[in-house]
């Protein structure tokens, strides 16, 4: 079965870290890229970040230089680091798996981790 899994979100107060992370089973995500997305509470899903295959990144505007992504393929396994999180970085984060090269659709999808951060 294919499938994503996220882990590693909950409450966390303003000013934290929070690492989230992307694992795949039944298939290698060697060859894929691998993006993060969140959906805020009465908002439309944004684009967070993205890794593609050979390792080039990308980030939105609102979460460069606070957020690092990369990636294990030993592990079967991508992360995002969330540093100096703020509330408007509450939502539910997906990730997702795609075209190598970070351009296209996304073919595979986990089911989303609740983040929230709050005082």
């Known amino acids: 079965q294919l499938q994503l899994v996220e882990s590693g979100g909950g409450l966390v107060q303003p000013g934290g870290s929070l690492r989230l992370s992307c694992a795949a089973s039944g298939f290698t995500l060697d060859y894929y890229a691998i993006a993060w997305f969140r959906q805020a509470p009465g908002k439309e899903r944004e684009g967070v970040s993205c890794i593609s295959s050979s390792g080039s990144t990308y980030y939105s505007d609102s979460v460069k230089g606070r957020f690092t992504i990369s990636r294990d393929n030993a592990k079967n396994t991508v992360y995002l680091q969330m540093n100096s999180l703020a509330p408007e970085d509450t939502a539910v984060y997906y990730c997702?798996?795609?075209?190598?090269?970070?351009?296209?659709?996304?073919?595979?999808w986990g089911k989303g981790i609740l983040v929230t951060v709050s005082s």
């Open positions: 997702a798996a795609g075209d190598p090269l970070c351009h296209g659709d996304m073919d595979y």
